[in-house]
């Protein structure tokens, strides 16, 4: 296939949650069809899908079948297995982004590795095989650190505080003596992520800086731009473009940062694929972050990233989602359901986005 | 089913063409499942719906099939037979607007007859079952007449101009000797629309008045709010608040208005579903005409309807949307392209909106 894809091809979509839901919707709004491969069958992003494919990530046969159905495919889930998407390139299909991003972004050791090679500062880190490596990250970082598996883990799960060398061996067993990596403890004021995207013709938009709120390793809340984020604009976008270009990116990517307590910006983490802290893209911006990642893959013109309003975004986890009546009646609200049944504890069920308008 | 619908729920639509499309992606964003009964397999809307059922409007065991999945039935096109939505309705389905609606639209003889009775003025009129009847209103509403099929016809179709006596066998026989109504010539300096939603409580919201311009009967371009149209503005919310109230309306309805030389606001025709004079809110409202007639028959609060920003929208016809890729890379233009294969002339393809912003 060429680049631009025409409208009428096909976005393939590895993953089916509510990334790939409004990655759907956005494609649809271009005159794209989507087909979506998802282990899960109640994954909300099939039910807005022309093709939908029901097996394992690495099932050969279904990934054959995605490769044929899709002029171009990308995930809207960073632990798609990198096999997946090495066996739809082998195949002959177009992937964006590449693998490598998944591969990067998929091990903690490695993308930190990989973030300070790229320009991007991070927080001290070393990596622990055993019980003396730890000893000898908590000698190098200062005596205390963050010690996390290499692989795995999300919304807080896989990681540990490491008070001291007494800790040490506890902690190493407190995360069954996996292949890990120890952080040193970053000294931020505040969080924050960028969102940016990169074109075919490596042309790079990135949304204002956005400032993020977490409890319990969950995002809760953003709001965009950053509050007396002027100064800290132009070296998140900086850092993000030195990301996108190291990794030849094509398409959207979420870059966590840190501000610390002297005004430096430390990356934390980085996304390969539309990331909840720009959601309220889809309310605010012309183009919005789902649409920007359709557009980069599907080798258009990245939009304009320019808000018409600044825009208060809350995730809706668990629970929150039975307020749904109320926020329905709240003429600021613009409410996002994801179409999943079952609202369970930390489960992302919606958002809600609100902008400061006149 | 109570009312509110709870998300999850699904919404049958009858019709899947591009308002199907659109209708189906903004319930989507609030969380509903759709279904789309239409007996065209490549209809647009098909492809982002979660149940498809591909049949004809009056097929029973189809409709009996959409009403078992549907907590609600609505319509995006107003030719579906009144007789399938009675036949949903035997059934014991929700739907909403009612059928009547559908029944008044779909005869404009009838239809400018309830326009008039309702409180909503339209130019004088006639019926015609033969040429007596025609010479009759050629010498009631002023020698020179519009005649058009009471049914069917759609983009000018179906309608003659007479021009005189000596025109009406002619004229008559144009039309095939059909029932038709006689309209006296509307005197209009533009044309306008509202769109305007109507809720389960009985709440009435209206998007601002819109400035439409037609070429051989198919919308062209529309502008809004309409320039100098601040004293028009509550006339057309007031007719459009009769013809709701009067049909005990549940969903969005778009009203077009002749504005003539004097300045009077003559009704011309309403459409029992969402409009193509108010596809602009899909990028100018937080709640655009979409969302709000999902709102509407899913028993919701309706949203506000007040613009961020003015709004031109351009429809893309036939081969217009072969300028695809220069409008995708014009910053200014929000593309929508409805993912239908085949320009031919004459069909609505996409439409681009582009705000006035600051």
């Known amino acids: ?61 279904a990934l054959v079948k995605l490769a044929e159905l899709s002029d171009v495919i990308t995930y809207e889930f960073e632990n798609v297995p990198v096999l997946a998407a090495e066996m739809l390139i082998a195949h002959g299909a177009a992937v964006a982004p590449k693998a490598e991003a998944l591969a990067v972004a998929q091990d903690r050791l490695v993308e930190k590795s990989f973030l300070n090679a790229a320009g991007a500062a991070t927080v001290g880190f070393h990596p622990v095989h055993d019980v003396a490596d730890l000893k000898q990250a908590l000698a190098d970082l200062g005596g205390r650190v963050l010690l996390k598996t290499r692989r ?16 040490a061996e506890a902690a190493f067993a407190r995360l069954d003596g996996r292949s890990s990596i120890a952080e040193a403890p970053a ?52 850092m993000a473009e030195h990301v996108l270009n190291a990794l030849g990116y094509v398409g959207v990517l979420g870059l966590e940062l840190f501000e610390t307590r002297d005004g430096t910006l430390l990356a934390n983490e980085f996304a390969p694929r539309v990331h909840n802290t720009g959601h309220w893209t889809a309310d605010a911006c012309a183009v919005d972050q789902f649409e920007q990642h359709i557009r980069a893959v599907a080798g258009w013109p990245l939009g304009p990233t320019e ?17 749904w009546a109320d926020l329905a009646a709240d003429p600021a609200a613009r409410v996002w359901l994801y179409g999943k049944d079952e609202a369970r504890a930390g489960r992302k069920m919606g958002h809600v986005t609100r902008l400061s308008v006149g």
């Open 1 to 61: 296939v060429g680049f631009p894809l025409a409208p009428g091809a096909t976005i393939g979509i590895l993953g089916g949650g509510q990334l790939g839901r409004m990655l759907a919707l956005a494609a649809a709004r271009l005159g794209f069809d989507v087909a979506i491969l998802t282990p899960e069958p109640d994954d909300p992003a099939l039910r807005v899908a022309a093709h939908r494919i029901v097996s394992p990530y690495e099932d050969h046969e």
């Open 152 to 167: 795995g883990g999300y919304d807080g799960k896989g990681q540990t505080w490491v008070e001291g060398i007494d800790d």
């Open 307 to 323: 808000p018409l309003a600044p825009a208060e975004m809350i995730n809706l986890i668990g629970a929150d989602v039975d307020a």
């Open 187 to 238: 000294d931020f004021v505040r969080e924050l992520a960028v969102i940016a995207a990169r074109g075919r013709d490596g042309a790079i938009a990135c949304y204002p800086l956005t400032q993020s709120w977490h409890q319990d390793g969950i995002l809760r809340r953003t709001v965009s731009p950053a509050p007396d984020s002027d100064g800290l604009a132009p070296r998140a976008r900086a």
